[in-house]
C-alpha cells in the first residue's frame, strides 16, 4: 500500500515560515519524482516544486522561486519544503504527489499516480 503522508501546515502571518513534510511508504523512494501542489478554493490546481529522488533535478513555480525549496532524506523516505516569506496568496491545502518517470518541471499534477491527504497552511495579512 502506497502511502504519503503530509504534516507542517498551520496559520502564520505574512513573512513567516513553515517546513511541510511528506513521509512516503509502500513503494521504492529512490526510484520517484517527489512534488508539491496546491490548491487555493475557487483556484486551479497549481504546481508549487518537485525533486528527483534519483538524480535530485529540481523544479520551482516562478511564484515560489527564490522562496521555497524543496530538499529530500532518501534514508527517512521524507521530502521537505521549506516555506520563508510567506504571503497571503501562498494560502492554499499542499498537497505532496508520487509518480515514476515524472518528468522534472511544470506539473498539472494528472501526471502523479499517488497523493497525500493535503495540509492546510493559512498565511495571514
Known amino acids: 500500500e502506497v502511502q504519503l503522508v503530509e504534516s507542517g501546515g498551520g496559520l502564520v502571518q505574512a513573512g513567516g515560515s513553515l517546513r511541510l513534510s511528506c513521509v512516503v511508504s509502500?513503494?521504492?523512494?529512490?526510484?520517484?519524482?517527489i512534488g508539491w501542489f496546491r490548491q487555493a478554493p475557487g483556484k486551479e490546481r497549481e504546481g508549487v516544486s518537485c525533486?528527483?529522488?534519483?538524480?535530485?533535478?529540481?523544479y520551482y513555480a516562478d511564484s515560489v522561486k527564490g522562496r521555497f525549496t524543496i530538499s529530500n532524506d532518501n534514508a527517512k523516505s521524507t521530502v521537505y519544503l521549506q516555506m520563508n516569506s510567506l504571503k497571503p496568496e501562498d494560502t492554499a491545502v499542499y498537497y505532496c504527489?508520487?509518480?515514476?518517470?515524472?518528468?522534472?518541471?511544470?506539473?498539472?499534477?494528472?501526471?502523479?499516480?499517488?497523493w497525500g491527504r493535503g495540509t492546510q497552511v493559512t498565511v495571514s495579512s
Open positions: 509502500g513503494f521504492t523512494f529512490n526510484d520517484y519524482v
Open positions: 504527489a508520487g509518480g515514476e518517470l515524472v518528468v522534472v518541471g511544470p506539473a498539472s499534477g494528472d501526471e502523479y499516480d499517488y
Open positions: 525533486i528527483s529522488t534519483t538524480t535530485g533535478s529540481t
